[in-house]
Structure formats: C-alpha cells, structure tokens
C-alpha cells in the first residue's frame, strides 16, 4: 500500500496487478505440484535423484519433508478460534506449512492447515497425506513399505516404517548410526 503513495496509483490497481502476476505464476505448468507416489515407476525415478544428488548408500529414499512457519498478519479474534495458535515459536504469527520435494528441490506436495504455533508433527499429522502414512493397511502405504521406500525428515516427527528420521543423540562414534544420520541429513537438505 506504501507502493501506492509513492507512485500515485490506486490501491485497487496494485492489488489487480499483484493477483494478475499470481495468476500467471499459477498458470505455468512447471510450478504445478505433482506428486504420484502411487506409480511404481515414479518412485523409482524420485530415489535415483537422491542418489545421483549425494551419492547416498540409500536407494529408497523417495521423497523429503519438512514444516516451516509462513509469516502472516496477527489474525482477528473474529476470524480465528484463538489468535494464540497462530503466534508461532519463532516470535511472529504464521501459518505451519509442511512441505515435501524431491531430489531436485521440485516441490511435490503441501499443507498450510495448521497454525503457527502446532508443532511439526502435529501439523503433518492432522494431513489426509499424515494420516495415510502410518496406516500399513493404506494401499499407498503398503506399496511403499513393499518397496522399502521412504520420506527422510528431521527429528521432529514421528518414525514409521515409511519415515525415516535422524537416530536420537549424536551416534558418538557408533559404526551404524553415524554414517546413517550423515546420509539421512544429506537427503534431507533437500527440504531444508
């Protein structure tokens, strides 16, 4: 609105120009959110990124994910059942947008449901795509631990046999969980 002021121009002109550049962002085909876990072949395709991009041990690693706080404006008592929810750990209002991209950095799937102050978990858990996950019963999910793919993730969530989080503590020096926690924060950079 400052914007406005300073070039002499309509409020209602900027705001036209600003949804006719969110349009065209939206309308490009390369930017659409494509995630289809469900073929076979595709999840093939998703963990030979990871292992081309770092040279990870891990051929099964499909896909990262990870929650950030998205800045917004203190939301109105009347709008919001709790102004509180939104007001984040990291000193602002925001929305919990939880994410997942490829080894290509190409964002495959998002949420932005939960508030700012949900934790991670909560926040993909309370998804439609947190809540299939963990069920092995899922279709989806039992082709994925058929597979033996999986959704690397910080230690922030919940494993499962299909999210593979960091190993709890440093590894201090242990053989197996060292060199685990390396690849598994190599594949997840990805997100972060």
């Known amino acids: 609105v400052d914007s406005c002021a300073v070039f002499v121009v309509h409020p209602a002109t900027l705001y036209r120009s600003l949804w006719e550049v969110i349009d065209a962002i939206n309308a490009i085909p390369s930017l659409d959110l494509d995630f289809q876990m469900c073929c076979h072949q595709r999840r093939l395709d998703y963990a030979g990124g990871f292992q081309r991009r770092r040279g990870s041990p891990f051929g099964n690693v499909i896909d990262a994910l990870d929650g950030v706080a998205v800045r917004q404006e203190q939301p109105l008592a009347s709008d919001v059942q709790c102004v509180a929810y939104y007001y984040s750990r990291k000193g602002f209002y925001a929305f919990n947008t939880q994410a997942v991209c ?4 190409k964002f495959r799937w998002m949420s932005c ?3 700012g102050a949900c934790h991670d978990s909560t926040a993909f858990a309370s998804t439609r ?17 058929s597979a033996g793919n999986c959704l690397v993730e910080d230690e922030a969530y919940a494993a499962s046999e299909v999210l593979a989080v960091p190993c709890p503590g440093s590894g201090r020096g242990d053989r197996w969980k060292d060199p685990y926690n390396f690849y598994q924060s190599s594949s997840r950079i990805h997100i972060e």
């Open 102 to 105: 490829d080894a290509d950095y």
């Open 129 to 145: 795509f947190g809540k299939l996950l963990p069920d092995p019963t899922h279709e989806l999910t039992a082709a994925l631990i």
């Open 113 to 115: 449901m939960s508030p």
